[in-house]
């Protein structure tokens, strides 16, 4: 097995952990974080001692800038260091091309990865390092918390998804302009970026208001409201999976990884909403329920 089905196993593997969590407590009790983690509930679960080893939620903070050193240095040893033979090596490794060496070329095969997967790349880094700034200076965490196993899930994501995506064999194919078939890929990379832009802008606009909705009420929490608080329950997740479909778009929708990792993003998010739209009937079941949109991700759809 290449190192491309490896990657993609990992994240088939998340994914049907994140689907898990809908019928085991116990997943539960490690994947769940902030208001929708139940500490009563889960000192009555089997295995309470390990579920209770928790961390403050604005540890999130620190996987955000771990993940924005890491990415920013593949980026720019991509974009400047391709050349470099310990860099051919790591390329060959991802590719599973075996490396051929002597003593003239220490590489015969050089890999060349193409730009618009170095557009990727300074995309995601981009959205690690505002995700860093906003867990900061903006999002208010107050004393919530989650297992420690939700903080090294963050770290396993952001530090495996570039990997990934240089592994697959399209990142390595270098499109010619003036072939006329390329048409279409031109097409998904203009709507993959546009794509980026919307989402990144509704998310940092959304995760700005729920902040400070929630100062505004000492930090209790509230049914936040605008923009697109008012169509549906959990817009940051909505916009976290827009955003991933936008990075698949970027690599011109032939980056096979890129929908493997998406489909593991769309899945915990959609766990994550489903979770925390409960824990909104819950909490607001009373005056306030007439608030709540009723849609959790999609309007008109769920």
């Given at each position: 097995?290449?190192?491309?089905?490896?990657?993609?196993?990992?994240?088939?593997?998340?994914?049907?952990?994140?689907?898990v969590t809908l019928k085991s407590a116990f997943v539960q009790g490690l994947?769940?974080?902030?208001?929708?983690?139940?500490?009563?509930?889960?000192?009555?679960?089997?295995?309470?001692?390990?579920?209770?080893?928790?961390?403050?939620?604005?540890?999130?903070?620190?996987?955000?800038?771990?993940?924005?050193?890491?990415?920013?240095?593949?980026?720019?040893?991509?974009?400047?260091?391709?050349?470099?033979?310990?860099?051919?090596?790591?390329?060959?490794?991802?590719?599973?091309?075996?490396?051929?060496?002597?003593?003239?070329?220490?590489?015969?095969?050089?890999?060349?990865?193409?730009?618009?997967?170095?557009?990727?790349?300074?995309?995601?880094?981009?959205?690690?390092?505002?995700?860093?700034?906003?867990?900061?200076?903006?999002?208010?965490?107050?004393?919530?918390?989650?297992?420690?196993?939700?903080?090294?899930?963050?770290?396993?994501?952001?530090?495996?998804?570039?990997?990934?995506?240089?592994?697959?064999?399209?990142?390595?194919?270098?499109?010619?302009?003036?072939?006329?078939?390329?048409?279409?890929?031109?097409?998904?990379?203009?709507?993959?970026?546009?794509?980026?832009?919307?989402?990144?802008?509704?998310?940092?606009?959304?995760?700005?208001?729920?902040?400070?909705?929630?100062?505004?009420?000492?930090?209790?929490?509230?049914?936040?409201?605008?923009?697109?608080?008012?169509?549906?329950?959990?817009?940051?997740?909505?916009?976290?999976?827009?955003?991933?479909?936008?990075?698949?778009?970027?690599?011109?929708?032939?980056?096979?990884?890129?929908?493997?990792?998406?489909?593991?993003?769309?899945?915990?998010?959609?766990?994550?909403?489903?979770?925390?739209?409960?824990?909104?009937?819950?909490?607001?079941?009373?005056?306030?329920?007439?608030?709540?949109?009723?849609?959790?991700?999609?309007?008109?759809?769920?």
């Amino acid at each position: 097995m290449d190192v491309n089905a490896l990657w993609k196993l990992l994240w088939v593997a998340l994914s049907g952990g994140a689907l898990v969590t809908l019928k085991s407590a116990f997943v539960q009790g490690l994947a769940l974080t902030g208001k929708a983690r139940a500490s009563a509930a889960i000192a009555q679960l089997p295995g309470a001692a390990l579920l209770q080893i928790e961390i403050r939620k604005s540890w999130w903070t620190w996987f955000y800038l771990l993940g924005t050193l890491h990415n920013a240095t593949i980026m720019l040893l991509v974009l400047f260091a391709q050349d470099n033979p310990l860099i051919q090596a790591l390329l060959h490794v991802l590719q599973s091309v075996p490396v051929e060496t002597d003593k003239e070329a220490p590489i015969q095969h050089v890999i060349g990865i193409n730009r618009d997967v170095i557009v990727f790349l300074s995309m995601f880094t981009f959205h690690n390092a505002r995700r860093f700034m906003e867990s900061l200076l903006i999002t208010e965490f107050g004393d919530s918390k989650m297992h420690i196993g939700g903080f090294v899930l963050g770290c396993i994501h952001y530090l495996c998804v570039a990997l990934a995506v240089l592994s697959d064999p399209d990142a390595a194919i270098n499109y010619d302009d003036s072939d006329g078939s390329l048409l279409l890929r031109r097409v998904s990379i203009s709507l993959g970026t546009i794509l980026f832009v919307v989402a990144t802008y509704h998310q940092a606009l959304c995760n700005y208001l729920i902040a400070t909705q929630k100062r505004r009420h000492h930090n209790r929490h509230v049914i936040p409201h605008g923009d697109w608080f008012d169509y549906v329950r959990c817009p940051l997740y909505s916009t976290e999976i827009l955003l991933y479909v936008a990075f698949a778009l970027v690599t011109g929708g032939h980056n096979s990884m890129q929908y493997f990792i998406c489909a593991w993003v769309a899945t915990n998010q959609c766990v994550s909403a489903k979770f925390n739209s409960d824990w909104y009937d819950t909490k607001f079941r009373n005056e306030q329920k007439g608030k709540l949109s009723k849609w959790k991700l999609c309007p008109g759809v769920w």
